[in-house]
């Protein structure tokens, strides 16, 4: 038998068979939407429904949400620069302490540095913005100073923020003499929150300008990937997540809108004007300032994390240190960075938390290291480096706090409302490894 017959060829003729169809795609997975975010949304939904119903509805009114917005903004803020701390393989538990550093430092610009120096009288337009500067300069060379001994001294992060807390608590305290200093300025007090909004005009401009800006983000993230040849989301899931991204923030700005100015202080500012209040008048808060300071630096440092190198860095460092290093990255100065950074966010939320209390007092900031790392891991940061996200950490310090304003309106005492959080903490953790362990196949 020849060999052409003992292999014959195979046959091309075509197969009739129907290709196999792919599997259809669920709704979420077209949608493209991040399980772990939606799980976070459902949790702080059901919070607040649970509150909602046990305070017999007050929780969801708009006075409320307006306190619950402006209290969330110190720790937010802090909590977007642990993302990469962790996200590096560190921890900082000295958030607190420096917070109460920076504070401090700003205080006595105001009130006795400054003008004993400079002659600046209270008031002066130059003031609070002097003091802001000095504490965002203080801020950022404490936090260097600390990646400094972490990166290139090789001091574990954990042992060098644990000093900090001891240090910089301490040090605040012998910068005001053990004193609370106030009241500090007015310009300074409207970065607080209720002193210093938009007011309802104001508040939807912004408003209509973010869901623009939101609508063209998603359609410029669309076409770039079109343009790259990357599979893009059906039009119809592009239209849903775009009504959801406009729906959630005119939503936003209506329940900030429905919370109105009580007359008797709409009454003394006309007196301090000189004028007659008319009859019927009413005014809204809308957005406060402090939010549009956190939507700020949720902003610049999604841009850090998603669009530059220092943020590439910081991710791929913390994913493998040892590859990193060989790759070239240098390792040591980006922990000085990223301390740096975590340094200048704390003073920031210092000028929050201060002017929300008018003034400055010794125990600001007490426990909000704590705080700040627990948003962070909820909102989906792992404490094993490379992975977290600065809106998820946003919204882990968003359901920490409602979860202790809930307790407290329902009566809940101090330390059973630390012991929930404290099993909050643990159990996101654990959540997290399983749901790691199930997408990871491990």
């Known amino acids: ?190 970065f607080g929150g209720i002193n210093g909004t938009l007011g309802a005009t104001g508040s939807w401009i912004f408003g209509l300008i973010a869901a623009a800006a939101a609508v063209l983000a998603l359609l410029s993230a669309r076409r770039s990937k079109a343009a790259h040849g990357f599979p893009v989301k059906p039009i119809w899931a592009e239209a849903v997540l775009i009504g959801i991204a406009v729906v959630a923030i005119l939503g936003f700005v209506a329940l900030l809108n429905a919370y109105e100015v009580p007359t008797r202080v709409l009454e003394r500012d006309f007196a301090a004007r000189g004028l ?26 999604t841009v850090i994390a998603r669009k530059t190198r220092l943020g590439r860095y910081i991710f791929a460092t913390g994913g493998n240190p040892d590859a990193a290093e060989l790759s070239g990255i240098n390792t040591r100065f980006l922990t000085v960075k990223v301390f740096a950074i975590l340094g200048a966010l704390v003073a920031i939320s210092a000028v929050v938390a201060s002017a929300r209390l008018t003034n400055h007092s010794n125990d600001i900031g007490t426990l909000d290291e704590l705080r700040v790392i627990a948003a962070a891991v909820i909102g989906g940061t792992a404490l094993s480096g490379g992975i977290g996200t600065i809106y998820g950490a946003i919204l882990g310090a968003l359901i920490m706090q409602s979860l202790q304003s809930g307790m407290a309106m329902v009566g809940v005492d101090a330390p059973l409302q630390n012991i929930v959080v404290g099993t909050v903490l643990v159990a996101a953790v654990l959540i997290d490894i399983i749901y790691r362990r199930r997408v990871g196949g491990k």
């Open 276 to 301: 007659e209040m008319p009859e019927g008048t009413t005014a809204s808060y809308g957005i406060p300032y402090s939010v549009l300071v956190l939507i700020a630096v949720a902003v610049v440092m």
């Open 1 to 190: 038998m020849s060999d052409a017959h003992a292999n014959p060829i195979p046959s091309t003729a075509k197969d009739d068979r129907p290709a196999p169809k792919a599997p259809a795609k669920s709704f979420l997975s077209q949608l493209e939407i991040d399980l772990r975010l939606l799980g976070m949304v459902g949790a702080f939904v059901l919070v607040c429904i649970v509150f909602n119903v046990l305070t017999d509805g007050r929780f969801l009114t708009p006075r409320n949400i307006f306190n619950l917005t402006i209290q969330t903004v110190s720790v937010a803020i802090m909590a977007t620069g642990m993302v990469f701390i962790i996200v590096t393989r560190h921890i900082d538990l000295s958030v607190g302490a420096l917070l109460a550093t920076a504070s401090a430092v700003m205080a006595m610009m105001q009130t006795r540095w400054l003008p004993d120096t400079l002659g600046l009288p209270l008031g002066h337009a130059a003031l609070p913005w002097l003091a802001i500067l000095a504490g965002l300069l203080a801020g950022t060379l404490i936090g260097a100073f600390q990646g400094w001994l972490v990166g290139y001294l090789t001091i574990p992060a954990f042992i060098v923020t644990l000093g900090g807390l001891l240090i910089w608590r301490n040090v605040a305290w012998y910068l005001t003499n053990g004193q609370t200093i106030g009241p500090l300025d007015e310009t300074f007090q409207a």
